[in-house]
């Protein structure tokens, strides 16, 4: 490859001349810088687990959302003499009407002890769950980002106090508290629902308030020491001195610097809590403290079909494998964001 | 350190008292006291037992009573109160002490919730430094998607599932109880998968960490076998983490321990806790969540001690 | 397998002809291939150093110096490839040598220093236990031997009280402890070749010449060579016999300390020069920076990688890789302007 000889008459005296800049210039192609939120989209699109867990959400929350509204049977609508017939299966009643000539919506995962048909109480049952994920994440992302950043923000004592509540919430096994809280929140909230003004309470379900009023007192304490520790890195970090001493206002500071850095790890910690909203709703609805009855929820369908498992396994199964898709495309999803998000992982 | 371990048993107390008043107060508010769910029982019985148990008194009154002690006017219990570490009587389970009932359950849940710490530790140690060795490979995917999974499926789903398979389909396994030695692997899997899973991520992403740092290419310079680079240099960095995820492992598996003490019908603790709210049990609800609190707190303080002892960076202050 | 052993015969010949070198590098070519594609860390790169010799590699950051010295001791990093070239060191031939040859070999005959102390050392063990690990991996001293050596070893290196330190955790010395302490684990062995990679980057400019002074005063002390891996020329100037000045993954030119400082002949070394401050000079003339960043390893020019950045550009570098020339016995360079110069000359005589 190199040449043994370099004077060999291949040479002549034009190659000697200098090189213009253009022509030094593109040589040193530059790669083209790209904005932040554009280049973590971009990494995003091009992981394909991630993606196929995008599309999956979209799908379930599709079915959970907007299915019922026009599906044939209603969630709480007991079909008459149609008690636990297998997937596909129709009762005497319903054949008749069949064989009558008339067109009937099969029930592709059968139906429960009470003859309702339950794949639209699966899907309601994933509304809940869904719901319950993202309000209870926006809640503990309100909650959380202002109280980290303000202990992180104003630091000293203020900070030492706000700590030391967290510490001491961080170590009360939340389990226990939940359970409880749950229980004792359950009449004060319907008793407020009866007051005028608060009627809307009722159709949202008083358990499900209760399931959020648990998660706004108690599972706000892991993203508020993120965000103060994000906040408090951020302030001393060296671009954010340097941003001062160049003049830059408080303003810019916090929109420039502190807010395009913090929020990768609010998206990405938000989008990691939903699943684990979902987690606990489904076991708090598993041991029979969640929503109430008729509205079903992922976990409370699941606990119902442990009843019946041995002659009935799908009404467990069904449940129970649907939520574990969606905690887990949820999870890889977040996965992929904090991987599109993180810097350190370029390339 | 002496000093430290004062400050945190104090900063523990503290704790420990605060979750008392809370749930006191919680329950309290829970309307329908203990005795109203039984209705064959007349309006002036369940009087004369409120009476009996205090209930009449006024709520202030009843917190100092039940957290520093006496009452007894023939066996409305409550002695030593909460500062001797008496949980007075069961409401509900008549005759028993609380403490009685925590020392009876308490150790088959302990058995059951040990032998699954044991077992994440034990699986997911190793199982995530093979993962953050062979990084890329096969291993390493196959691992991985154990643990997503892992992380993804609750534990009902994990007991439901793995119960009607080995115990309804195969047959092999007992679908409940503790009377078999082979009942317990039903049970101590279910409430192991979770943390296992948790282990074997948190330890393959502090070994890939550890093996990328500088310490590690030094030893590797030294001429040191990959084993002893491993075993020496790389484990003990990488474990860190692990211990501090103790702390709250235990706790987890506490939780856990309702449902597959539920679903299993395992006579332990967490059974015991769920049943005596659903019943209004007071005094068991607050004797459990105190002593269930306690042992948790008392847990992360060893786990902190302990990670000084790994660890001689960290200053306990 | 048999076009592996012709090489290898080849590069024994060249060995047995030059029997007085301790290092022999022969057109090594490395790459890392990441999932951006393929980096090429070192192409082409040949050199050597002698026994008790010290050989100053300067670069910038990238440059692939300490990819060379690691490819040597069979460190390189995943995902690195050796994917040509010969290398010899002390009678082994390293191409071929396996994990557990290259563990008989480091902290051995060939120890190294890194470039950051704070972080080199383990942060779980104490030092005594860090520096007694690898004088009982090499040799059959038992515990109390081993300590008394490391006792020694503190000594050596100039560090007060060694009793005390040898029970303490790294975190609890300076940078500039550690770092002794880091060159006391490399010689336990009395190893025939250091390696240092920027050992004094990470120090104060105080400490930088205690390490530095230190160092040569030990290379006397046990007779052995030193490669020393650096970007600052100022490390170099006062300490090195011979420097090897490396860009994107060559070297483009080796020569003495003195040809290299007094008569450089790359426009890159140059360059280098041209940045150093000079404080005895009467007259302060501006400081001539390097314009331009480094070349992108990913995509390497096909001409000379220097030319963007370079003065003097021609037409010819930007199309072609220029090849060494040779200045004296000891002195080659890569540059275009230097074949241009002699091709003149030639004509001159041709007319």
Redesign the interface.
């Known amino acids: 490859m190199n040449m043994k000889n370099p004077l060999s008459f291949q040479l002549n005296v034009d190659d000697f001349l200098p090189a213009s800049k253009e022509e030094k210039e593109s040589l040193s192609q530059m790669r083209p810088s790209i904005g932040f939120w554009k280049d973590a989209m971009r990494r995003l699109r091009k992981n394909p687990v991630a993606m196929v867990c995008f599309w999956i959400i979209v799908v379930i929350m599709i079915l959970a959302f907007i299915v019922p509204e026009f599906y044939p049977y209603k969630y709480e609508e007991q079909i008459k003499y149609s008690t636990y017939l297998a997937p596909f299966e129709f009762s005497e009643v319903e054949q008749a009407r069949i064989d009558a000539g008339e067109k009937l919506f099969p029930h592709i995962l059968g139906t429960d002890n009470l003859g309702r048909d339950y794949a639209v109480r699966v899907m309601v049952g994933s509304r809940v769950s869904l719901l319950v994920g993202l309000i209870a994440s926006a809640i503990i992302l309100v909650i959380g980002s202002v109280y980290g950043s303000i202990s992180g923000f104003f630091g000293g004592w203020v900070d030492l106090v706000m700590m030391r509540i967290v510490d001491i919430i961080y170590t009360i096994p939340d389990v226990l508290l939940i359970v409880l809280l749950s229980f004792a929140l359950e009449d004060p909230i319907r008793n407020l629902a009866n007051v005028p003004g608060f009627k809307w309470l009722n159709t949202v379900g008083t358990g499900l308030i209760s399931i959020f009023v648990v998660f706004a007192l108690l599972y706000w304490v892991g993203m508020a020491r993120i965000v103060r520790s994000q906040v408090l890195t951020l302030k001393n970090s060296e671009y954010v001195t340097a941003a001062r001493a160049l003049g830059a206002g408080s303003g810019r500071i916090i929109r420039k610097h502190l807010l395009t850095n913090c929020i990768g790890t609010l998206v990405v910690t938000t989008t990691l809590q939903i699943p684990s909203s979902i987690f606990t709703e489904s076991f708090l609805s598993f041991l029979g403290l969640g929503v109430k009855v008729p509205m079903p929820s992922l976990g409370s369908l699941a606990s119902d079909g442990l009843n019946g498992l041995e002659s009935h396994p799908y009404l467990l199964l069904a449940p129970a494998l649907l939520i574990s898709l969606i905690i887990l495309s949820f999870n890889l999803f977040g996965d992929g964001l904090r991987d599109a998000f993180d810097p350190k992982m370029k390339n | 350190m002496l000093k430290y371990i004062i400050k945190r048993v104090i900063?523990?107390i503290?704790?420990i008292w605060?979750?008392a008043t809370?749930?006191f107060f919680?329950?309290h508010?829970?309307?329908g006291g203990p005795f109203v769910a039984e209705k064959s029982i007349s309006p002036q019985a369940i009087e004369a037992l409120n009476k009996k148990f205090g209930m009449d008194k006024s709520l202030p009154e009843q917190y100092m009573t039940y957290m520093f002690g006496s009452r007894n006017e023939e066996t409305g219990k409550i002695e030593g109160g909460v500062i001797r570490g008496d949980f007075s009587l069961s409401l509900k389970q008549r005759g028993f002490t609380v403490s009685r009932i925590i020392t009876t359950k308490f150790p088959v849940s302990a058995k059951v919730g040990g032998l699954a710490i044991l077992l994440a530790l034990v699986v997911g140690i190793p199982l995530g430094s093979i993962a953050a060795l062979n990084r890329g490979k096969w291993a390493d995917n196959v691992i991985l998607v154990f643990t997503?999974?892992g992380?993804?499926?609750?534990?009902?789903?994990v007991c439901?599932?793995t119960?009607?398979l080995f115990s309804?389909k195969l047959g092999i396994l007992p679908s409940g109880g503790l009377d078999l030695g082979t009942s317990y692997i039903l049970p101590v899997f279910s409430l192991a998968f979770y943390p296992m899973a948790y282990i074997t991520r948190l330890m393959r992403s502090s070994m890939l960490d550890v093996v990328g740092?500088?310490?590690m290419?030094?030893?590797?310079?030294?001429?040191?076998?990959?084993s002893v680079c491993l075993f020496k240099?790389a484990l003990?960095?990488a474990i860190l983490p692990v211990v501090t995820y103790l702390g709250p492992m235990i706790?987890g598996t506490?939780?856990g321990s309702?449902?597959v003490e539920?679903?299993f019908r395992i006579p332990g603790l967490g059974g015991q806790?769920?049943s005596s709210?659903?019943n209004r049990d007071y005094t068991v609800?607050m004797g459990?969540?105190i002593f269930?609190?306690a042992l948790?707190?008392v847990m992360?303080l060893l786990v902190d001690i302990l990670y000084k002892l790994?660890?001689?960076?960290i200053e306990l202050k | 397998m048999k076009k592996k052993q012709n090489k290898e015969t080849e590069a024994r010949e060249i060995i047995s002809a030059k029997p007085d070198r301790l290092v022999d590098i022969y057109h090594e070519r490395l790459s890392f291939f990441t999932p951006a594609g393929e980096v090429k860390a070192l192409n082409d790169v040949s050199l050597s150093v002698k026994p008790g010799e010290i050989l100053g590699i300067v670069g910038e950051s990238g440059s692939g110096k300490s990819v060379t010295a690691y490819s040597l001791m069979g460190l390189t990093a995943y995902p690195g490839k050796l994917l040509g070239g010969d290398l010899w060191f002390n009678g082994h031939y390293v191409n071929d040598m396996t994990e557990r040859d290259f563990c008989k070999m480091r902290g051995n005959e060939v120890s190294i220093i890194f470039q950051d102390p704070m972080t080199s050392l383990n942060p779980v063990y104490t030092i005594g236990n860090q520096i007694e690990e690898v004088i009982r991996l090499h040799t059959d001293k038992n515990r109390k031997q081993a300590k008394a050596r490391a006792l020694e070893l503190l000594e050596l290196v100039g560090i007060n009280e060694p009793e005390k330190r040898l029970k303490q955790y790294p975190h609890e010395l300076s940078g500039g402890m550690r770092q002794r302490v880091m060159i006391a684990i490399g010689l336990a062995c009395e190893p025939k070749l250091l390696i240092a990679d920027e050992p004094t980057t990470a120090l104060d400019v105080t400490i930088q010449a205690q390490i530095l002074e230190l160092m040569m005063d030990l290379k006397k002390k046990l007779d052995m060579a030193i490669i020393l891996i650096t970007h600052d020329l100022g490390v170099v100037a006062g300490t090195c016999d011979r420097i090897a000045v490396m860009y994107a993954g060559q070297i483009v030119e080796s020569g003495t300390t003195e040809e290299i400082f007094y008569h450089p002949s790359h426009e890159y070394t140059k360059g280098l020069i041209a940045s150093i401050p000079k404080l005895h000079e009467e007259e302060h003339t501006r400081l001539v920076p390097i314009e331009g960043t480094p070349v992108d390893l990913l995509n390497p020019p096909k001409g000379c990688p220097f030319a963007p950045r370079c003065v003097n550009c021609m037409k010819v570098c930007l199309d072609r890789q220029p090849a060494f020339t040779e200045i004296s016995d000891t002195h080659i360079s890569k540059c275009w302007l230097l074949d241009k110069a002699k091709w003149e000359a030639e004509r001159k005589a041709e007319n």
């Open positions: 900063l523990a503290l704790t605060l979750v809370l749930t919680l329950m508010a829970v309307p997503t999974c992380i993804a499926f609750p534990s009902f789903v439901t599932v119960m009607y309804m740092q500088d310490y290419r030094t030893a590797k310079a030294k001429g040191l076998s990959q240099h003990r960095n706790a506490l939780s309702f449902i539920k679903i806790f769920v709210i659903t609800i459990t969540t269930y609190a948790v707190i992360i790994i660890d001689p960076r």
